[in-house]
C-alpha cells in the first residue's frame, strides 16, 4: 500500500538552481525519511525526521514536516549536476517497516 | 563502511523456473526486506524479516517465499517465474537498535543493495 506520494513526477532545473521535492502521506507516522537513487542502482538514506521534529538540515538538504497537514519537503540548495536522481519519501508507522512512495525524478543541468 | 550485496546486478530467466536471488549484509542488522521496484509503482515490500528464521508478509508476497538461516543472508525465492515478476529486485537492511537499546517501534534508515534486474522469458 502507498503511503507516500511525491510532487512533482518529474523536476528539471538548472545548476545553482534550488529544487523543492513534496511528499503527502495518509496516517500517522513515527518518522519520515529521505532517500535517493541514482539510475540503475540502489536507494541511499539522506536524512530522516521525526515525527515531533519540524525542520531539519543536512548540508545543502533541509527537509519539513508538518505533521497536521501529513506532508514534508525536500529543498536541495544550489544543485549540481551530480544531484540527478530519483527521490523518495519513506514513511515509518511502527515494527520496522517503511511505505515509500513513488518518488521525484530531478535533472540538474549544467 | 557499511554493505548489502546482491548476489547479482542481472539475470534472465525461464517462465517455470524457480529463482534464487541472494542478499547478504556486514553490518549485523536484525532486519532484512525484499522490494521489487516497477515503474510508477516506486517500492513494494515483498517479505521481510526481523530475526533468523522468522519472516514477515510485505504488500505483495504471492509467488515469492523467502528464507533466512544465518542472521546475515537473505534469500528471495521465485517459485515458479512468471513474466510478471520483470522487475527490478532490491535488498536491504536496518539495525533494530537504538543506542544500545532495541527498540521495535522505530524505523531505522534502511540501507540497499544496488538492486538485480530480473527478466523472466
Known amino acids: 500500500s502507498q503511503q507516500g506520494e511525491e510532487d512533482p513526477q518529474a523536476l528539471s532545473i538548472q545548476e545553482g538552481e534550488n529544487a523543492t521535492m513534496n511528499c503527502s502521506y495518509k496516517t500517522s507516522i513515527n518518522n519520515l525519511q529521505w532517500y535517493r537513487q541514482n539510475s540503475g542502482r540502489g536507494l541511499v538514506h539522506l536524512i530522516l525526521?521525526?515525527?515531533?521534529?519540524r525542520e531539519k538540515h543536512s548540508g545543502r538538504l533541509r527537509v519539513t514536516l508538518d505533521t497536521s497537514k501529513k506532508s514534508s519537503s525536500l529543498l536541495i540548495t544550489a544543485s549540481r549536476a551530480a544531484d540527478t536522481a530519483s527521490y523518495f519519501c519513506?514513511?515509518?508507522?511502527?515494527?520496522?517497516?517503511?511505505?515509500f512512495g513513488t518518488g521525484t525524478r530531478l535533472l540538474v543541468s549544467p | 563502511d557499511v554493505k548489502v550485496t546482491q548476489s547479482s546486478r542481472y539475470l534472465v530467466k525461464r517462465t517455470g523456473e524457480k529463482v534464487f536471488l541472494e542478499c547478504v549484509q556486514d553490518m549485523d542488522h536484525e532486519n532484512m526486506f525484499w522490494y521489487r521496484q516497477d515503474p510508477g509503482l516506486g517500492l513494494r515490500l515483498i517479505y521481510f524479516s526481523y530475526d533468523v528464521k522468522m519472516k514477515e508478509k510485505g504488500d505483495i508476497p504471492e509467488g515469492y517465499s523467502v528464507s533466512r538461516e544465518k542472521k546475515e543472508r537473505f534469500s528471495l525465492i521465485l517459485e515458479s517465474a512468471s513474466t510478471n515478476q520483470t522487475s527490478m529486485y532490491l535488498c536491504?537492511?536496518?539495525?533494530?537498535?537504538?543506542?544500545?537499546?532495541?527498540?521495535?517501534?522505530?524505523?531505522?534508515?534502511?540501507?540497499f543493495g544496488d538492486g538485480t534486474r530480473l527478466s523472466i522469458l
Open positions: 519513506a514513511t515509518g508507522t511502527g515494527f520496522q517497516k517503511l511505505v
Open positions: 536491504a537492511s536496518s539495525t533494530l537498535h537504538t543506542g544500545d537499546r532495541k527498540n521495535y517501534n522505530i524505523n531505522q534508515p534502511q540501507h
Open positions: 525526521i521525526r515525527s515531533n521534529e
